[in-house]
Antibody, heavy 123, light 110 residues
């Protein structure tokens, strides 16, 4: 069974930093691209970042570009999100999600998802 | 990237059909056949319901179907059931491995 477990969330002051982790199991992590998606309290979903299986290609939403860094360690079956210069508007539950898993098609979907980790940016 | 536009809420009685629209632009929904739909119950992670506009993952009931015309994609739930009450989000590929989600729609089963 595929499992994604996020960790590293918490309360941080504006301008601070935080590193999120996503531990993957139950599938061949090194074969799949991964994403981070966030959801502000009571709001909708927002795609944050994508990393290809080999880490060769990385993309970010404009809202986090230059402040967030996605990375992965295939040997440890882990995905990371380094978040710097945090702002109040970064407050959200952060989900990791597999890119294009299991079904046959374009791979342009997110499934499955972790349970999320809450990041709160407040003074 | 602006969020795709969805109605805030739709409702229907058990057994009825409801359709949720998702309107974007030619740079996202209209430009690619890569629209996916997600169901999210309160406090839970999203779940994939439709991918590549019309395809249904294994395990998703066939009462869920997707379509697209121009810059608008749609999710139809036929034979509405109580467990379908949830928030639904569309998502479209927007080029260069970037993605944009919809504003979300709350489905209420009356």
């Amino acid at each position: 069974e595929v499992q994604l477990v996020e960790s590293g969330g918490g309360l941080v002051k504006p301008g601070g930093s935080l590193r999120l982790s996503c531990a993957a199991s139950g599938f061949t992590f090194s074969s799949y691209s991964m994403n981070w998606v966030r959801q502000a309290p009571g709001k909708g979903l927002e795609w944050v970042s994508f990393i290809i299986s080999s880490s060769t290609y990385i993309y970010y939403a404009d809202s986090v570009k230059g402040r967030f860094t996605i990375s992965r360690d295939n040997a440890k079956n882990s995905l990371y999100l380094q978040m710097n210069s945090l702002r109040a508007e970064d407050t959200a539950v952060y989900y990791c999600a597999v890119h294009g898993y299991r079904e046959s098609g374009s791979s342009n979907w997110f499934d499955p998802w972790g349970q999320g980790t809450l990041v709160t940016v407040s003074s | 990237q602006s969020a795709l536009t969805q109605p805030r809420s739709v409702s229907g009685s058990p057994g009825q059909s409801v359709t949720i629209s998702c309107t974007g632009t030619s740079s996202d929904v209209g430009g690619y056949n890569y629209v996916s739909w997600y169901q999210q119950h309160p406090g839970k992670a999203p779940k994939l319901m439709i991918y590549d506009v019309i395809k249904r993952p294994s395990g998703v009931p066939d009462r869920f179907s997707g379509s697209k015309s121009g810059n608008t994609a749609s999710l139809t739930i036929s034979g509405l059931q109580a467990e379908d009450e949830a928030d639904y989000y569309c998502c479209s590929y927007a080029g260069s491995y970037t993605y944009v989600f919809g504003t979300g729609t709350k489905v209420t089963v009356l």
